[in-house]
């Protein structure tokens, strides 16, 4: 056994300072991320050497028994924690799934070596106030040269894969698949949920989407079906139209368990960052992805080399309409 020295001592009591300091800053910073249905189904325990990130059950959708699209919006939760660690000046060190006995532990956080930001990170932290899932229209004109690599870029940096899929036979392809999985909308479990979380956005609640995140939905042959979130209350504010969306794209991992999807929700939180910074944002379409079958059918007629975890449409934007989110304080869990 190695015993301490003074230095090892100092540093560890310096990183428990750190982060009880930052506490708020780090939990706010990683609740923007995005989350399905905005549930914001995570929790957060500031430990004297690492942040921890817990799974939030209560919060998971009944449509998502298994919780990949939970451990993905968590997933993306830990993308902001890390960058917020990096915008204190360190490297993160995370433990992914550290405690085989403990499920709803998900990441733990720790203080590494003393690094500061890069100026993509520094965009990236810039970009987390505007960054939004865009379902309003799309300016007209292509995507900043260079963008859709760098996206490809970010989703291997952070261990899955962005697949872009081609205007002709492959969109036409992935449209049919997704207008064809219409289960999601006549699903009562679904619309019951859809109700539950569109309502509790309402009155100035911080969880949910609200009205003003919703678009009327003109039919258009390069936009994507968008999971019917009015469900025929007339609710949606944004416009609908606007310019077709520039480029779509699939988010795939290698496998399809824990890891995978928390490795998914950080690739997804990484490159939507990237995006949000040169003001690219994303529609999310993943109702067709609840249903096994339908993201095999996706696998399968696109030939992709992984599983389908999210499908996204990129398109620039001047607004950023940012939906609410819990308090630090409320996110935070002290466990004995
Ligand atoms: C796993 C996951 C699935 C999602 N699925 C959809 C979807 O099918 N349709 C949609 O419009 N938005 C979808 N979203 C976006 C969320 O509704 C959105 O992140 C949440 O309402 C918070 O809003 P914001 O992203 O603008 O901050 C999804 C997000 C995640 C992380």
Known sequence: ???PTDATTASAAGHARLLASHAQYLIATA???PSVHN????QFRIGPAAVELWSDPRRKLRTDPLGREMLISCGAALFGLRLAVRSLGYQPVVRLLPDPGRLRLLASVGIGAQVPMNPLEQRMLAAVP???THRGPFLPGPLPPGLLAGLQHDALTEGSTLALVGVGPAFERVAWIVAAARRGDLDPRARAEIRRWTARAAGGAREGIPATALARQPPMSARLRQ???DLGRGLARLPGGGAPPAATAIVLTAGDRRADWLRAGQAL????LHAASMWVFASLHTQPLEDAVTR?????KLALLGNPQMLLQFGRADAAAST???PPGELTIMIG
């Open 1 to 3: 056994m190695t015993l």
């Open 31 to 33: 609740a923007r991320a």
């Open 39 to 42: 549930t914001q189904p995570w």
């Open 130 to 132: 505007h960054r939004h």
């Open 227 to 229: 999971r019917d979130f």
């Open 269 to 272: 939180q990484r490159l939507l």
């Open 296 to 300: 095999a059918l996706i696998r399968d």
């Open 324 to 326: 609410a989110r819990r």
